[in-house]
């Protein structure tokens, strides 16, 4: 069912940076898997997205790549890949894609970490997934979330 940020929150969509965050847990004490979004003013349009090359991806990807480690550093985290960009899709929309691996916050598990970026009509869709790999059901449950996710 498509679901608007205002039918949720009672906030209008002309709030410059809202998000939603949902948890997955183990036997409620541990997440194993996170999905996020937050809306953003635009930073790049669909048609750009269209037209991208392989070196617009990977400029890109620099510039996202560079904030990343000192972001999980904050979080008591870190990088445990490479961060990998592409052009992707959510659903059939098109998306800028970031992925990597990092190291859990309370354990030493390995974690996969995937960022979609989607330019809706007026703002910046930023999906991120997060999901403990040693968890088969959290990863089902994240990919169940991508086939359904649908931005109006």
């Known amino acids: 069912?498509?679901?608007?940020?205002?039918?949720?929150?009672?906030v209008p969509q002309s709030?410059?940076?809202?998000?939603?965050?949902a948890n997955a847990n183990r036997e409620?004490?541990?997440n194993t898997a996170t999905v996020k979004v937050v809306f953003t003013d635009n930073m790049?349009?669909?048609?750009?997205?269209?037209?991208?090359?392989?070196?617009?991806?990977?400029d890109v990807c620099e510039v996202i790549s560079s904030s990343i480690a000192p972001a999980?550093?904050?979080?008591?985290?870190?990088l445990t890949s490479a961060v990998s960009c592409s052009l992707s899709s959510v659903n059939g929309a098109p998306a800028f894609l970031?992925?990597?691996?990092?190291?859990?916050?309370?354990?030493?598990?390995d974690w996969?970490?995937?960022?979609y970026q989607l330019p809706l009509a007026e703002k910046m869709a930023v999906l991120t997934v997060t999901y403990n790999v040693t968890s088969q059901t959290s990863k089902n449950e994240i990919d169940?979330?991508?086939?359904?996710?649908?931005?109006?």
């Not at 069912?1 to 009672?10: K, L």
């Not at 979330?145 to 931005?151: E, G, I």
């Open 1 to 10: 069912f498509p679901v608007t940020i205002a039918s949720v929150t009672g």
């Open 15 to 21: 709030e410059k940076n809202l998000s939603l965050s």
């Open 28 to 30: 409620g004490k541990l």
């Open 44 to 58: 790049i349009e669909s048609d750009d997205l269209r037209h991208f090359s392989r070196s617009d991806v990977d």
């Open 72 to 78: 999980l550093k904050k979080i008591n985290s870190e």
């Open 98 to 109: 970031a992925e990597f691996h990092r190291k859990g916050i309370l354990d030493n598990d």
């Open 112 to 115: 996969e970490v995937k960022s």
């Open 144 to 152: 169940t979330v991508l086939r359904s996710v649908k931005f109006n």
